[in-house]
């Protein structure tokens, strides 16, 4: 164990495992190496857990076998598929501390100036929303349990006022199945989970028509609320996004604010992955009305470049967040709060926590946010630039213009794929991906759009240049253009060229 007595060697072994890394790291030339799971499985499968190596050298030698050979490599410039960035070094100087320590962020007394930190990060993301004084929040470990929380508080708000507002207050169990949650369609699935979890009704969640740019329709949206209240229901919540996952679109948030508070609605911005622009010195007003939310999702290991896990909720009102409270004799007595103790964990769904904004904290730092917000300007810029090529490009349609870094588009040859209708195309979408994987070149996502497969480039990477865009959409048009010429042979009985 880490003591007074071990910490030369803790020393010396962090840095024989930190320079396996660099050097693998160093020698990277795909981002993967397209290895399958029938090929890795029986390598993991055959290792022996309860006979130990007994030697760091050997454990290291087995690691480089069974992962780090064949692990998927953000850093790579032709890793271009989920929203997984690149990270920056201030913040992997901060995992190897706050792991090292191994503070938990629950108690004032397992954390001390670690709580405070996270405390201070909370308010200067708040700031930079705009949420103003009384704003609060904590750090999760992602989007998907930053939106449970909000809407978690949502609903409490939701079920508090209808009680107010009641002669004779409900039961829990008759207001629950007339809550409503609005969201756009092309908003997170985890809307869709955190409503289950929170036990509301299977179609609860109600699905906003987009625009064209894949936006949430206001005029779609103030005709639900309206439906809604005239069918005796309550909207809980309006779920917007700031970055959508597949084509990061960012919702009109000025004018959901606006029918939000007309219709007294909880506003929620689920910003996991347009909170970037909150650095940015060029874009910020891309989010103008983020700062009349109740409630915001922010994702730093998304557009902030740090390691997973460093996320966050953050709430207008911090007094809404003791409906996530819960007082236990053994941790945080009420006593505590009496005594003004700063116990993070009165704020949080979880209870053990890592000190994850450490790595925020010392990017701060270190780096400055200024750096940061260029870092992903770049990326967004170089989405600009993706979006001509492809539009350019005959071979493929761009669904449409990026707002931050995604583009979802489509291999289209037309006329040129010899007859192959929508379905044979979309074959040949899918097969270009898989090819694509395994052969480890680059690595892209994929998803459906109106009923049809297409390709997803989702740019993170400020190393990332053109002529890798350009590599990988010929590699793409090679795979797809193979795929379709056997297809076809096959139809007609000749041989594939």
């Not at 405070?116 to 609060?136: F, Q, V």
């Not at 199945?177 to 179609?203: I, M, N, Q, W």
């Not at 996320?311 to 003004?340: I, Q």
């Amino acid at each position: 164990m880490l003591n007074d007595s071990t910490a030369e060697y803790y020393r010396r072994l962090v840095s024989e495992g930190v320079g396996r890394v660099a050097r693998t790291v160093a020698g990277t030339s795909r981002p993967f190496t397209g290895v399958t799971p029938g090929e890795l499985a029986p390598l993991v499968d055959g290792i022996d857990l309860d006979r130990p190596l007994g030697d760091p050298a050997a454990a290291l030698d087995e690691l480089e076998r069974v992962y780090l050979r064949d692990a998927v490599y953000f850093h790579h410039p032709r890793y271009l598929a989920h929203l997984n960035c690149p990270v920056v070094l201030p913040a992997l100087l901060g995992e190897a501390v706050l792991s090292a320590v191994n503070s938990s962020l629950d108690t004032w007394d397992q954390s001390a100036g670690g709580t405070l930190m996270e405390r201070r990060l909370i308010d200067w993301t708040a700031a930079r929303i705009g949420l103003g004084r009384a704003a609060d929040g904590v750090f999760t470990s992602g989007g998907t349990q930053s939106n449970l929380q909000a809407l978690l508080l949502a609903r409490e708000e939701a079920l508090r006022l209808l009680r107010k507002n009641s002669p004779t207050p409900p039961p829990v169990s008759e207001m629950l199945p007339k809550l409503r949650v609005l969201t756009s369609e092309a908003g997170h699935f985890s809307v869709l989970k955190a409503a289950k979890l929170l036990g509301l009704e299977p179609g609860s969640v109600i699905s906003v028509p987009c625009d064209g740019d894949r936006r949430m329709r206001a005029d779609h949206l103030a005709r639900e609320l309206r439906r809604c209240r005239e069918e005796g229901l309550t909207v809980m919540a309006v779920s917007a996004t700031a970055g959508t996952t597949d084509f990061g679109s960012i919702d009109p948030l000025p004018e959901i604010a606006e029918l939000c508070q007309e219709a007294g609605t909880w506003f929620h911005v689920d910003a996991a992955y347009g909170c970037g622009l909150l650095a940015s010195t060029t874009r910020r007003h891309l989010l103008k009305g983020i700062e009349r939310a109740d409630s915001v999702t922010v994702d730093y290991h998304k557009s902030f470049f740090q390691p997973v896990s460093s996320s966050a909720v953050l709430v207008r009102d911090g007094a809404t967040l003791r409906h996530a409270t819960y007082h236990a004799d053994y941790l945080n007595p009420a006593r505590s709060a009496e005594k003004r103790i700063p116990n993070q964990v009165d704020k949080s769904l979880q209870t053990t926590r890592r000190f994850d904004a450490l790595k925020l904290w010392l990017t701060l730092r270190i780096m400055g946010a200024d750096a940061v917000g260029a870092l992903f300007d770049q990326v967004v810029d170089l989405a600009a630039d993706t979006w001509r090529i492809l539009e350019e490009d005959p071979r493929f349609t761009v669904v449409t213009r990026p707002a931050l870094s995604t583009l979802v588009f489509r291999y289209s040859p037309g006329a040129d794929a010899g007859g192959a209708d929508e379905t044979a195309v979309d074959l040949a979408n899918l097969h270009a991906r898989e090819a694509l994987a395994a052969s480890g070149e680059a690595v892209v996502a994929g998803t459906v759009v109106d009923g049809r497969h297409h390709l997803k480039f989702t740019l993170l990477n400020p190393e990332t240049t053109t002529d890798d865009i350009r590599a990988v959409l010929d590699l793409i048009a090679g795979h797809a253009q193979e795929h379709l010429a056997s297809s076809a042979a096959r139809r007609s009985g000749s041989p594939a060229a």
